[in-house]
C-alpha cells in the first residue's frame, strides 16, 4: 500500500506521540468550533412541513424571533391548548454571534439588517458613505443576537414617566415585577427555559484599567458601586450582561429554543413577513403572507391574535405596507388606508461619540499582549479570555449638569493595547481609512483608551417612512440626530467632563491624555474650544444603535399613540405591538434589558385578556361532555 500520509516541512519528523497530540488538539479545537452554534442550540424550523402539509390556523402569530418576541412566544406556549406560530426573518446564529467579544463582524453580513439614516451633513462624516449606520439582528434573536449584551434597566424615572403620561400599569412599580420575572429561573439546572442568565461580568477587562476609572471618576464625585441599585442607574459599575460562561443569552436561545420542542409551538425561519391582511371592517388581523426562503409566499390564519415584534424598523415599516400609517403617505404609494396612525413618527434614538486617551505606562507592560488566533484558542479550549466579552466591563452614569440624579451621559470604556490593532478591527471597518489611519500609527506606538460616551435622554424626533411599496426596499429613515440644540449642548457637556477625567490623579498616573485625531476642517479651530469639539462631533458623532418609539405607546388621549397601554393596535381588536417601538420616549439607559421587560409585559396583557375566553370555552365544553 502507498504511503499517503502528508510529510510536513519539518527540520525532524514525529515518531507518533506528538502526530497524536496535534491530531487530538485539532480534533479538540474543530469539536468545540461546531458546537459554538449547534443545532439543538436553536428552534426546528417548521419551514418544510409548512411547504409539503400547508400551515393551517393558528392561536397567535408571532411576528419576529428577537429580543422580545421571543419572550412572547415562549410565554403564550406555556399554554398547552394555544398554538402559537413564530415567522423569523433571519436565520440560527452564526458561530460569531456565540463568541461575545466578536459580535461587530456579523455587521454588514446576511445576520444583520444593515440599515442607514437619510444624509445628514452635520454627524457620521468619518463613517463609510457618510450616513449613519443603524445595524439590526436578523436571526434567531434579532438584535440580542448581534448587540454588546448589555442589561441595566433604565432609570424608574423613565417608567414613571411613562406612567404619568397616561400610560396605566407601566410605571416603576409595574414594571419592576416583569424585569424579576425575566431573570428568574424557570424549568430545572438542565433545562432551563423561559427566562434571562445573566453574569455579573466583574471578571471581563483589565483590572488595572477598571482600577483607574473607578477612581478617576470617584475623583469627580461620581459614586462607585459593586452593581446599580434597582431603578437607580447613576455612577460608575459592573456592567451585568446576557452571557454565561462565555456564551450569549439572547432571548433566542433562553427564552424561545430551550422551549421550541413543545408541540403546540412552531418556528418558521427565513420567512419574510410582508404583509398583514384585516377583514372587511378592518378590525380584525385575519392573517399574515410572507415569503419563505425568498422562494415561495405563503400565508397563516390567526384565530386570537397577531403579535408584532419586528423592532423598532421593521414593526412600522411592516405595519405601513399593511395599510397602516399616515393617510397621506400611505395614498401616495398607493397602499390602501385601513387606519390613519401616526406610526413611523416619534423616532428616538441616544447619540454615540467615540474619544481616546494615548498612554505609555510600564504598569501595563505586564498585561499579555495576545493575537486575537491566540485569544480564539483560549475561548475554544478554556472558555476564557477576552472573547468572552463583547463590553466594556463597567458604564458610568453620569449627570453633568449636576442638577439631579438623572443621568445625561453614559460611559463605556476599552483598553486597546499598544500592537494590537485587531482590537480595533470593527471601529476601524465602519469608517473612512483617512480618518482611523492615525489612531492605527498610535496604537502602535502606545495603548489607547476608547471613552464611548451617549446622550442618554435625546431631544431630537426622527421618523421612519417607506421608500416604495415594495416590501424588500429598505425605509427611509430620518433619525434628525442633534436637531435639537440642547441634545449637541448635552454631548459637549459629555466632553468636557472627559477632560475632566483627564486631569485626576488616577489618569495622571497612567499618563494617560486625549489623543488628537487630525481632522482637516476642525483643526482650523482653537484645539478644544467648543467650536473644535462641534466639528469632531460632525465627524465622529453616530447613532447609538438604541432606536425607539415609532410605534408609539399611549392613551387615546394621545395624538401622537399607535398603541394603547395593554399594547394594542388602535382600531384593530387582535393586532399587538412588543417590542422597543412602543416605547414613548427613549430610556436613561441601554434598551436590551427593557425591550426584554416589554416582551413579559406584553405576553402578560395576552393572557390576561384572553383568559376569560380560555376559561369559557373549557366550560362550554365541559357542559357539552355533561349532556351526552
Known amino acids: 500500500m502507498t504511503n499517503t500520509s502528508i510529510q510536513l516541512p519539518c527540520a525532524a519528523q514525529s515518531v507518533g506521540a506528538v502526530n497524536s497530540l496535534v491530531t487530538t488538539l485539532f480534533q479538540t479545537i474543530l469539536t468545540a468550533q461546531c458546537a459554538l452554534s449547534a443545532k439543538s442550540d436553536w428552534p426546528p424550523d417548521y419551514g418544510d412541513e409548512a411547504l409539503n402539509d400547508g400551515i393551517g390556523k393558528y392561536d397567535f402569530i408571532v411576528i419576529g424571533a428577537g429580543s422580545a418576541g421571543s419572550v412572547v412566544a415562549s410565554r403564550l406556549s406555556e399554554n398547552a391548548k394555544w398554538k402559537v406560530l413564530v415567522l423569523e426573518a433571519g436565520d440560527d446564529p452564526p458561530q460569531e454571534s456565540e463568541i461575545p467579544g466578536l459580535q461587530g463582524y456579523l455587521e454588514r453580513t446576511r445576520y444583520s439588517w444593515d440599515y442607514y439614516s437619510e444624509p445628514q451633513p452635520h454627524i457620521c462624516q468619518a463613517l463609510k458613505r457618510r450616513l449613519c449606520y443603524i445595524p ?95 431603578g437607580i442607574e447613576v455612577g460608575t459599575a459592573f456592567l451585568p450582561v446576557t452571557n454565561s460562561n462565555g456564551r450569549r443569552m439572547a432571548t433566542g436561545k433562553t427564552y424561545l429554543a430551550k422551549v421550541s420542542r413543545r408541540p403546540n409551538l412552531h418556528v418558521i425561519k427565513n420567512a419574510h413577513v410582508h404583509k398583514i391582511h384585516f377583514d372587511s371592517s378592518g378590525k380584525r388581523a385575519t392573517r399574515v403572507t410572507f415569503s419563505l426562503r425568498e422562494s415561495y409566499e405563503l400565508s397563516a390564519e390567526v384565530r386570537k391574535e397577531v403579535v408584532l415584534s419586528a423592532g ?40 454615540s461619540l467615540m474619544v481616546h486617551f494615548k498612554f505609555e505606562n510600564t504598569s501595563f507592560d505586564a498585561l499579555e499582549q495576545t493575537r486575537h488566533i491566540d485569544l480564539l484558542y483560549q475561548f475554544l479550549t478554556r472558555n476564557n479570555g477576552r472573547l468572552v466579552n463583547g463590553s466594556s466591563s463597567i458604564t458610568s452614569f453620569v449627570n453633568t449638569k449636576r442638577d439631579s440624579d438623572l443621568p445625561d451621559i453614559q460611559y463605556h470604556y476599552a483598553l486597546n493595547q499598544q500592537g494590537d490593532v485587531e482590537s480595533l478591527g470593527v471601529y476601524f471597518a465602519r469608517r473612512d481609512q483617512k480618518y ?90 482653537e484645539y478644544r474650544s467648543e467650536a473644535y469639539w462641534r466639528c469632531y462631533v460632525k465627524y465622529f458623532g453616530e447613532a447609538g444603535y438604541h432606536p425607539t418609539g415609532t ?78
Open 136 to 230: 439590526r439582528g436578523k436571526l434567531i434573536g434579532g438584535t440580542g443576537a448581534i448587540n454588546g449584551m448589555i442589561y441595566v434597566k433604565g432609570h424608574r424615572q423613565d417608567f414613571d414617566d411613562w406612567l404619568a403620561a397616561g400610560n396605566t400599569q407601566w410605571g416603576w412599580a409595574d414594571v419592576k415585577q416583569f424585569y424579576e420575572r425575566a431573570v428568574s429561573p424557570v424549568g430545572n439546572a438542565t433545562h432551563p427555559m423561559g427566562y434571562v442568565v445573566l453574569d455579573a461580568n466583574k471578571d471581563v477587562g483589565s483590572v488595572l484599567l477598571n482600577g483607574a476609572i473607578f477612581n478617576a471618576t470617584a475623583e469627580l464625585g461620581v459614586p462607585s458601586k459593586s452593581a446599580f441599585e434597582d
Open 312 to 351: 423598532t424598523i421593521d414593526s412600522p415599516k411592516l405595519l405601513m405596507l399593511s395599510g397602516v400609517g399616515p393617510r397621506k403617505h400611505l395614498e401616495k404609494l398607493d397602499i390602501p388606508v385601513v387606519h390613519d396612525l401616526p406610526v413611523g413618527s416619534n423616532l428616538r434614538d441616544h447619540v
Open 436 to 525: 482611523t489611519a492615525s489612531l492605527i500609527r498610535q496604537l502602535r506606538k502606545s495603548h489607547l483608551i476608547s471613552f464611548l460616551l451617549l446622550s442618554t435622554k435625546p431631544r431630537s424626533v426622527g421618523k421612519i417612512r417607506l421608500r416604495s411599496s415594495d416590501y424588500l426596499d429598505h425605509p427611509r429613515i430620518f433619525s434628525n440626530y442633534l436637531s435639537d440644540p440642547e441634545d449637541m449642548a448635552t454631548i459637549l457637556r459629555g466632553i468636557r467632563f472627559i477632560e475632566r477625567l483627564e486631569r485626576t490623579n488616577a489618569m495622571r498616573e497612567l499618563n494617560a491624555t486625549l489623543f488628537r485625531i487630525p481632522l482637516e476642517e476642525c483643526d482650523e479651530y
Open 551 to 628: 410605534v408609539k405607546m399611549g392613551p387615546s388621549s394621545d395624538r401622537g399613540a399607535c398603541v394603547d397601554p395593554r399594547l394594542r393596535l388602535y382600531g384593530v381588536e387582535n393586532l399587538r405591538v412588543a417590542d422597543a417601538s412602543i416605547m414613548p420616549d427613549v430610556p436613561h439607559a441601554n434598551t436590551n434589558a427593557p425591550t426584554i421587560m416589554i416582551g413579559e409585559r406584553g405576553a402578560d396583557f395576552i393572557k390576561q385578556d384572553w383568559k376569560e375566553d380560555d376559561q369559557g370555552a373549557n366550560e362550554s365544553k365541559r357542559r357539552s361532555l355533561n349532556t351526552l
